[in-house]
């Protein structure tokens, strides 16, 4: 039997004016209501596990040199193990996971996750061949499947729609900061203790932080923070083919999951291949890898999502347009700091000029979770999550990160190793230009979406 906790004012905090949407008729609009302090500090909490959620699933692309040197393995078996074979379980487990979670606990089914994926990060490293660390990484994906697409869902309730892109923004500072603390704590393990012991601590670090999910957050009401049409909706209970259809039927959401996909596999090739590039290609040591890179990827990453999320929220009050044009503005300016990246003479300009990247390709991730959560009905919240993950992380996290596995091997057949995967990082350019075009199908979607609506409301 799952207990929701009325309104956002859960824990007993004081919520505020306007916080308990939810209770006894009284509630303002929707773009009146204000978040409560106790939803400020879920947010902070759900973010902290989150972080642990990328921490753990990029610590193997910063310590894939290693892991190479010492199993013997070739780019495409990492690609693969990295991306694809991770991205399989996590997204097809995602979408059920998410379906059981619009009926039951949220905060369970992401604590349950939580345990899980930091357990088997320990057991990556404890794996002694690439059969039992495939295994083990895709353990890791078991775990992350019942980490985002909840989180989403919870926030939702705890926030009003006005606040959902910032909110939203923050929680996804969970990826920068989380490769951020990867790239340091990882690199600097390894230096002193090896790569298996990067694993083991980071895995053991993450079990002991689960738990503060069960003392700290308290289960919602769905649709606490809607307005009262929509908050009706919450009550029903969504078929898992209902939610499907509708996700899929709708333009909207569909373009918009196939622009996060394109995006995502921009971002995931870059990302899972951007340390062995630079010590591959460009020398870079892992003592530099854990100050410069870290610093990088935290100050790049994390403030494209806030300002993303900020900007966007100031930016569809004129129109919801921009929930895609500003990613496709971004992306298109990105390209020419790729191309200057890769081919930089020295790591340190390489290093400066990979900011312009980092900062301008997370600019989808907070645009799209806002139109997910603010287009369908509460019930299906958490599915829909899991559903934009599953295209999102099978394109972007299940062929991004293969794709420059697969080129460097191919080139370096006749280039070497080193320049072989130069060429692979140059060769992830085009799907600029496929992102691109995606994003701008989102935002014809949502225009005329706009016009629509128009004309029945007049």
Known sequence: MTTETPGAGAAGLSAGPGAGAASAGTAPAADQQRASPYAWLVLAVLLFIYIFNFLDRQLMSILQE???????????????????????????????????????????????????????????????????????????????????????????????????????????????????????????????????????????????????????????????????EKALQAQEKSGFVETTRDFFANPVLLLTALGCGAAAFVGYALLNWNVSFLIRVKGITYGDIATYYALMLAVSIGGGTIVAGVLVDWLVKRSKVWYAMLPAIA??????????????????????????????????????????????????????????????????????????????????????????LRMAMYWVTPAYAVTVAFLLAEAWALKRQERQAGGSAG
């Open 66 to 228: 290693p892991i190479k040197e010492e199993l013997g393995l070739t780019d495409g078996q990492l690609g693969l193990m990295t991306g694809l074979y991770f991205a399989l379980v996590y997204t097809v487990l995602g979408v059920v996971v998410g379906f059981l979670a619009d009926r039951t606990s949220r905060r369970n089914i992401l604590f349950a996750g939580a345990f899980l994926w930091s357990l088997f990060t320990v057991f990556c490293g404890l794996a002694k061949t690439y059969p039992t660390m495939v295994a083990a990484r895709m353990g890791v994906g078991v775990g992350e499947a019942a980490g985002a697409p909840p989180s989403y869902s919870i926030i939702s309730d705890y926030f009003p729609p006005r606040m959902r892109g910032t909110a939203l923004a923050i929680f996804s500072l969970g990826v920068p900061f989380g490769m951020a603390l990867g790239a340091a704590f990882g690199a600097k393990i390894h230096e002193i203790w090896g790569w298996r012991m990067a694993f083991i601590g980071i895995g053991a670090a993450g079990i002991a932080a689960s738990f503060l999910l069960l003392f700290i957050v308290r289960e919602p009401k769905r649709g606490a923070m809607d307005p009262p």
């Open 331 to 420: 992306f298109t300016l990105s390209i020419p700091f790729h191309l200057a990246y890769v081919w930089a003479p020295t790591w340190e300009m390489s290093l400066l000029l990979a900011a312009g990247p980092s900062f301008l390709n997370i600019c989808y991730l907070a645009p799209a979770l806002a139109v997910v959560q603010n287009t369908v009905k509460p019930s299906q919240r958490t599915m829909a999550g899991a559903l934009l993950l599953l295209v999102n992380n099978l394109i972007g996290l299940g062929l991004g990160p293969a794709y420059v596995g697969w080129l460097s091997d191919g080139f370096a057949a006749g280039l070497g190793p080193v320049e072989g």
